[in-house]
Every structure is written in structure tokens, then in C-alpha cells.
């Protein structure tokens, strides 16, 4: 039986707001349903943008053209990834150690090193943005659709599969949970069976290391999620009490996170503007 029909502040959600709303319920209101967002930024997440526009350019290439970047390519996707923290100057809060020079050569880097591991995938697609109407197990059609972009679509003699990158100070360890990356896969797993009528055989998160090893080890470090069902079941208990929040949301009822590192501040803030309304 489908859900009763429910009006939602939202027309979709995406692993992005979903972690937004568990992390930060005004910054939820702010961002996602009042639009308003904060231009400031960060040298980590702008290179981390910088390095995905990155790989877009350079795998898009391989697509249409057959091979990899020639020099000449390659000059000009490093020209526009210059461009973005041009663009971006103003609103990028440097700290006390970051710098202009410090982040570009660290996209640079990751660059290099990725191009020296150049994984063996064979992509159909790259950056591709989904939204996509999805069914829980039992068949019922979620009310809100989901919105994801991959970084790459992958097909190999198993299937298809995806690829998603990050630039990272510190591999994350193999022992370690990896909730988030759970998450973000499910995300991306749902999102690829409704665009492809195929579920992919995995998931997987590519961690290119921004600093040089000094063992002379990989750069790249890949953590491959394989979605199963009792993780289906999970998500989807997650997702409809994401759901049941939106339904109450309201800017009376919506509490701030100010002991989160980044944002609290922000988040605070918001909070005390919103109240006197």
C-alpha cells in the first residue's frame, strides 16, 4: 500500500540534504528550503571541486575521443580548474596556513598521482545527475523522489557499476565504519536501478591521497560497497523518518547544531535571526 499523499517542503532529496538534516536542522531550513545558500567556502571542499571538474573533463575526453588528454587538453582543463578558485576567491576562508598557491598545488598533485594509477575502467557516463522516482522493497513508490550525480558510470563483463572520488590528507582505514560512504552508496545504488532499469554490482569510493607517500605506496585507496538488502532495509527506515521530520518541520520547531567544527557558528547565528521572526 503507497503512502498516504503528503505535501513535503522538498521536491527531492539527495545524500547531501539528507546528512545536511541529521547534522543540522536550521542549516536544512536555510539551504534546502528557503534557498538561500552560503557562498563561503573552504580550501578543502573548493579543491575537492576543483579535482572532480577534474576528472569530468579528463574522463569525458576518454568518452568521446577514445584516449586519454593530450597535453594540449590537459593545459586547458588545468586553465578552467584555475578559473574556479578565481571565481571563488572572495568567498574561500583561508585559515591561518591555507593559501592560493597551497590549494592549486594540491589539486595539481592529486592530479598527477591519479594520472600515474589510472584505473582500468571502461566509464559510459561521468557526472551524470539523476532524479529519479524509486520504490521501497516492498514496491510501495517513495514519495519524494531522490537526486544524485555520479561521478562515473563504469561497465565491465559483471555490469555496471559506479565510481565516486575524493581527495583525501588520510586514507580511511580499512577497519574503520563507513557509515557515510554506506549511505552516499545506497544514494547512488538507487538512483542507477531507476535510471538503468539494472541495479550496479558496486559501489565504489576511489580516495586519491593529496601528498605524496613517502613509502612510494598507491595514491589511490578504493573502498568498494556491494548494497544489499538488509542495507536497503536500513536506508529505507532512515529515509521515511527523514520524511516524518519534513512533515513537522518548521522554522518554530528547527534546532541548530553550534558544536559542529565547521558551520556551528553559521548555524547559531541563523538560529537567533529566524526566532524573531
Known amino acids: 500500500m503507497e503512502e498516504e499523499k ?16 541529521m547534522e543540522d536542522e536550521v542549516k536544512f531550513y536555510k539551504q534546502y528550503i528557503r534557498k538561500l545558500y552560503d557562498e563561503k567556502t573552504s580550501p578543502a571542499l573548493i579543491e575537492g571541486t576543483a579535482f572532480h571538474k577534474i576528472l569530468e573533463l ?20 588545468l586553465k578552467e580548474i584555475a578559473n574556479i578558485f578565481k571565481d571563488k576567491m572572495k568567498f574561500i576562508e583561508w585559515g591561518k596556513t591555507g593559501s592560493l598557491e597551497d590549494s592549486l598545488k594540491s589539486v595539481s598533485n592529486a592530479y598527477e598521482f591519479y594520472k600515474k594509477e589510472i584505473p582500468n575502467y571502461n566509464p559510459i557516463g561521468t557526472e551524470q545527475s539523476y532524479t529519479v522516482k524509486w520504490n521501497y522493497l516492498n514496491g510501495d513508490l517513495a514519495p519524494v523522489n531522490l537526486k544524485c550525480i555520479v561521478d562515473l558510470v563504469c561497465e565491465d563483463e559483471k555490469g555496471i557499476y559506479a565510481i565516486d572520488h575524493k581527495t583525501v590528507s588520510t586514507f580511511t582505514g580499512q ?11 545506497l544514494v547512488i545504488y538507487i538512483t542507477i536501478k531507476a535510471n538503468y532499469g539494472k541495479a ?5 569510493f576511489d580516495e586519491v591521497k593529496k601528498s605524496k607517500n613517502r613509502d612510494g605506496s598507491s595514491q589511490i585507496n578504493s573502498i568498494e560497497i556491494v548494497i544489499d538488502d ?21 522554522i518554530n520547531t528547527v534546532l541548530p547544531n553550534p558544536f559542529t567544527m565547521f558551520g556551528g557558528y553559521d548555524s547559531w547565528n541563523y538560529f537567533k535571526q529566524i526566532i524573531k521572526e
Open 200 to 204: 550496479p554490482y558496486k559501489v565504489q
Open 58 to 77: 579528463f574522463w569525458s575526453w576518454k568518452i568521446q575521443n577514445g584516449v586519454f588528454p593530450d597535453a594540449k587538453r590537459e593545459g586547458e582543463i
Open 230 to 250: 538488509e542495507m536497503l532495509e536500513i536506508f529505507e527506515h532512515l529515509y521515511k523518518r527523514v520524511l516524518k521530520k519534513l512533515e513537522t518541520l518548521r
Open 6 to 21: 503528503k505535501s513535503y517542503p522538498v521536491q527531492h532529496l539527495s545524500f547531501s540534504s539528507i546528512r545536511c538534516l
Open 175 to 185: 577497519d574503520t565504519e563507513k557509515i557515510a560512504y554506506i549511505i552516499q552508496a
